[in-house]
């Protein structure tokens, strides 16, 4: 089953004569079960196609479908709900708020549909046990290191079973030896049956946690593993 189905997105900013298109003709099907990688140089317009892709983008064409729901018709207040409930986030910088503990940031897509916190926030330890970092549920991010904040926030983005989770860099600010364990945990732990990740990196080094990947070039998609057309030095396993 395909988590997201893009077709002909096409991206531009800015306005008429200062315009500039940057995702062309966009075609992408993401599969749940899957790790699907996004690779390919700075600026080629992964960030833009995954802000597309995960509804926080309009693009200026075409129609994305978000677990058969079809989200570049829906309106914002519709988007921000399908956005909170199936979808979870990581990013390069793991955007944890300072003040509060790793459970609760962890418990962050929970309160934020309503759960109240306490609850939220015992459910979140659960999941933070399974990546570890039991021990340091109750800490401050600043009290933490950069691969540990970044569990807490793979735990942040999956502690409400989302059928997507949407990654932009997540190993950029980490060392080789952080960023390998925490593609294993997002392989693992967010990855399982009937979900789909999506992971934007230009970091070789976590080529290989992919089942597919999927190559940019200046707005286009230029190659897929699954069909084997992926250019030079770029495989999936
Ligand atoms: N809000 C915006 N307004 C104008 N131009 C933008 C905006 N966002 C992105 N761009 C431009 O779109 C192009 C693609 O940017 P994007 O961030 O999607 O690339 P990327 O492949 O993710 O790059 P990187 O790997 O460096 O993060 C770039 O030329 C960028 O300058």
């Not at 531009?12 to 699907?36: H, I, M, P, Y």
């Not at 995960?54 to 129609?63: A, C, F, N």
Request: aromatic residues 2%.
């Amino acid at each position: 089953m395909s988590a997201v189905i893009a077709r002909e997105i096409d991206m531009a900013f800015g306005s008429n004569g200062l315009k500039t298109q940057v995702l062309f003709d966009v075609d992408l099907e993401v599969a749940s079960g899957e790790l699907t990688m996004l690779v390919g140089p700075s600026g080629c317009g992964k960030t833009t196609l995954l802000s597309i892709l995960s509804g926080t983008l309009k693009p200026t064409g075409g129609e994305v479908e978000v677990m058969g729901n079809v989200i570049t018709r829906m309106k914002d207040s519709e988007k921000v709900i399908l956005r909170r409930r199936r979808i979870g986030f990581i990013f390069q910088q793991y955007n944890l708020l300072p003040a509060l503990t790793a459970a609760e940031n962890a418990a962050m897509a929970l309160v934020a549909d309503g759960m109240p916190l306490k609850v939220a926030a015992e459910k979140a330890r659960v999941v933070l046990e399974t990546l570890g970092m039991g021990p340091h549920a109750d800490k401050l991010p600043r009290q933490l290191s950069g691969g540990q904040q970044q569990r807490v926030a793979i735990a942040r983005a999956i502690v409400h079973e989302p059928d997507l989770v949407v990654c932009d860099e997540p190993t950029a600010a980490l060392d080789a030896e952080t960023g390998r364990q925490v593609m294993e945990l997002l392989k693992d732990a967010a990855g399982g049956p009937g979900r789909a990740v999506l992971v934007v990196t230009h970091d070789n080094r976590i080529y290989r946690y992919a089942d597919r990947i999927v190559a940019m070039e200046d707005g286009r998609i230029v190659g897929d593993s699954r069909l084997g057309t992926l250019p030079e030095g770029l495989h999936a396993h």
